[in-house]
């Protein structure tokens, strides 16, 4: 069984640009979600897509970060403009529907570098 | 909102030691679940606890979540050096379906 992808693994970035990252679930897995890891603290959800819909993004920096999931597959998330701050590993997972509480799985991740 | 804490955030121990962490909740919890993160990887799933008081097994891991449902622990017997990584608790309140993570107890294992 293929596992969550993303794409691309490192990014170094001058702040003020903007930046994209792509996650493609493990097939079937409804519920999709961003983490946000800073260096020595744990993931920090963003935002629960469940299929297209927007389950919760209460924790997502709005002015500069936006979410889709194209057909409740595939999921872009995008920073404009990037701070100093958004260095972090950008986490996707995914997961059955949330009717049952299942585990999640995660990609590689994408490291991020703001300079 | 939920609080969870997570201690201790790190542990030094010698190979052959035991190691335990500890997750806590200022709420009750629905479930807990476990994940392990190795240096430079990411979060895989250990285990998930539903019922208070249960307690679940794994080889040399023990989980247990507490009667009250209000904290969790992961205690492992005897480390090896494979056991090195960051253990999280991922606790979900109940009615939610939003998985937060604590800060997570960074195990080092010397030989």
């Known amino acids: 069984e293929a596992g969550v992808a993303q794409s691309p693994r490192y990014k170094i970035i001058e702040k003020r640009q903007s930046v994209a990252f792509w996650c493609n679930p493990i097939?079937?897995?409804?519920?999709l979600y961003w983490y946000q890891q800073i260096l020595g603290q744990g993931p920090k959800l963003l935002i629960q897509f469940q299929n297209n819909g927007v389950v919760d993004d209460s924790q997502l920096p709005k002015d500069r970060f936006s979410a889709e999931r194209l057909k409740g597959v595939d999921s872009t998330l995008k920073i404009q403009p990037a701070k100093l701050e958004d260095s972090a590993v950008y986490l996707c997972a995914s997961s059955l529907p949330r009717t049952g509480d299942t585990e999640a799985f995660f990609g590689q991740g994408t490291r991020l570098t703001v300079v | 909102g939920q609080q969870v804490m997570q201690i201790p955030q790190y542990q030094h121990v010698q190979e052959g030691e035991d190691f335990t962490t500890y997750c806590n909740s200022s709420t009750t919890l629905s479930n807990i679940q476990w994940y392990k993160q190795r240096p430079g990887g990411h979060p895989v799933f250990l285990i998930q606890l539903v019922k208070s008081g249960e307690v679940k097994k794994q080889k040399r891991l023990t989980f247990q979540f507490g009667e009250a449902k209000k904290n969790s622990s992961l205690h492992i017997t005897a480390t090896q050096t494979t056991d090195v990584g960051t253990y999280f608790c991922a606790p979900r309140a109940g009615g939610s379906y939003i998985p937060t993570f604590g800060r997570g107890t960074s195990l080092i294992v010397h030989p």
């Open positions: 097939s079937g897995h409804a519920t």
